[in-house]
């Protein structure tokens, strides 16, 4: 059991689904070839000026206003210096001393327990660009596409203690921006990403310890292995009396470690100042008023309205509440075959299955969510058999078709005509003597025989209800 207790902070950056960046009207569009969406503005031309983006600001309340923060009437932005090749202008613009949201908390679930992690502030500031190194060419390149795109950054208190913790709190998060529409929270993309300050302390001790900041985690898997490395990294040197070093650590995947980056950097290092380009900017509280209007319904709230008006446990609740087209989905299969709880163990079984070998959204989904509510209806009637539906599940789902009309054209339709049965029944029973008077010296279990022999010669058609009502007469 080790000694020490590890405090973790998280800074998450969001990119905003924006059409146009932050100070100036170049697309956000991802993908494009490099330097294609660049203008004076964004590479940093002399004389040019930056005019806000009115949606990254609304976008940015937004979120403050579903964590609960304080969205600040009059926020600034700053100038961060620093040199890196990927920024054109030698500063990012950013909010320093006042952000436009502070002082918000997020409640997650981590093995049953609630755990409340606050949330510092969350400010918004342009992107830098990308380095691209070739080792083949010996050459190094800059892109500035993703320069000036427009992020909010989410930076916690450090309030949790596993790396558990800290990947509820993210997905917690993600989940969030998703649902207000306000981020698409692809991690490979870059679009949401986290660097993690991990530090440790002795249990009880009140002072901090000295943090490593960790990078290059982009996926959520990626975050938890290096938070549980870096803890026993630290936790090893502080048993052998070594110092733990404030610095700024990459994650490499490939061996899951972390190693030695930089030195990490302090505010000051970073010189800031108000930008004097930018005025202070003033929310009012009319806007404010209009965008909490337009809050959806989020997470939680969701998840709680999926066990109390759909019958669900708090677990499958979880899970369909997690991505909002997956919810979404869900809500409207339910709705056209008015079989919740049998919906949600398709989707959750069957249907998640399959978009995750396929790897596409729900909202992207070639099986419409009219068509899964009819699989349900045509299994619940009896027309078909759940082992049926299953084994169409793939190819429907592929080809996006509507299950009644595949089970009509197959002839897959579910045999509940007993005079039918009874030749099927009487044949097994008559190609199986012995196991037929063992069923009657007292082995009864070898009922589930006699209905998988069944349901192997109707090939699965047959109606398993009837068959065990037929058995039950003719072994009687």
């Not at 980056?261 to 505010?267: D, F, L, P, Y």
Request: with cysteine; net charge negative.
């Amino acid at each position: 059991m080790s000694r020490y207790e590890a405090v973790i902070g998280l800074e998450v950056h969001a990119q905003l689904r924006t059409k146009s960046k932050i100070f100036c009207s170049c697309s956000t569009a991802f993908g494009a070839d490099p330097n294609e969406n660049v203008c004076a503005v964004c590479s940093g031309m002399p004389g040019v000026l930056p005019v806000l983006n009115e949606k990254v600001v609304e976008y940015a309340a937004k979120m403050g206003l579903a964590v609960g923060c304080r969205v600040n009437a009059t926020s600034v932005f700053a100038r961060k210096n620093y040199f890196y090749p990927d920024l054109p202008k030698g500063y990012q613009i950013s909010q320093f001393e006042t952000p436009i949201c502070e002082h918000g908390r997020l409640a997650v679930t981590v093995d049953g327990a609630e755990k409340v992690v606050g949330i510092t502030r969350i400010h918004m500031e342009e992107d830098a660009g990308k380095n691209i190194h070739s080792a083949t060419e010996n050459a190094s390149y800059v892109d500035l596409n993703r320069t000036g795109v427009p992020l909010i950054e989410i930076v916690s208190e450090p309030d949790m203690r596993s790396a558990e913790e800290a990947v509820a709190y993210l997905k917690a998060l993600r989940s969030i921006l998703v649902y207000l529409g306000i981020c698409d929270g692809n991690m490979e993309e870059g679009s949401f990403r986290c660097d993690a300050n991990v530090s440790l302390r002795p249990f009880g001790q009140a002072e901090l310890g000295t943090r490593a900041e960790l990078k290059n985690m982009n996926s959520f898997r990626h975050v938890q292995k290096a938070i549980e490395y870096e803890i026993e990294r630290q936790a090893d040197m502080l048993d052998d009396g070594q110092a733990v070093i404030q610095e700024t650590r990459l994650y490499n995947v490939d061996k899951g470690v972390t190693a030695s980056m930089r030195g990490k950097e302090e505010a000051h290092d970073y010189r800031y100042f108000p930008d004097p380009d930018l005025v202070p900017l003033v929310v009012t509280e009319a806007q404010l008023a209009a965008w909490a209007g337009e809050l959806p319904e989020l997470p939680v709230a969701r998840r709680d309205r999926f066990v109390s008006q759909y019958g669900l446990t708090p677990k499958d609740a979880d899970v369909l509440t997690a991505e909002r087209d997956v919810a979404d989905y869900f809500e409207e299969a339910a709705r056209l075959c008015n079989e919740p709880k049998k919906a949600a163990n398709w989707i959750m079984s069957e249907l998640l299955r399959e978009l995750n070998q396929a790897a596409v959204t729900a909202a992207a989904c070639p099986l419409p969510a009219a068509y899964l509510a009819s699989l349900v209806t045509l299994v619940e009637s009896g027309r078909i058999s759940g082992k049926i539906g299953k084994q169409i599940f793939p190819e429907i789902f592929a080809r996006g078709l509507d299950p009644k009309t595949y089970v009509d054209q197959q002839g897959l339709s579910q045999i509940s005509d007993s005079s039918a049965l009874e030749s099927a029944v009487d044949k097994i029973l008559a190609d199986n003597p012995d196991e037929v008077a063992a069923y009657k010296a007292g082995k009864t279990k070898l009922m589930g025989f006699f209905v998988g022999q069944i349901m192997k010669a109707t090939k699965g058609q047959a109606n398993p209800a009837l068959v065990n009502e037929l058995l039950g007469k003719k072994l009687a």
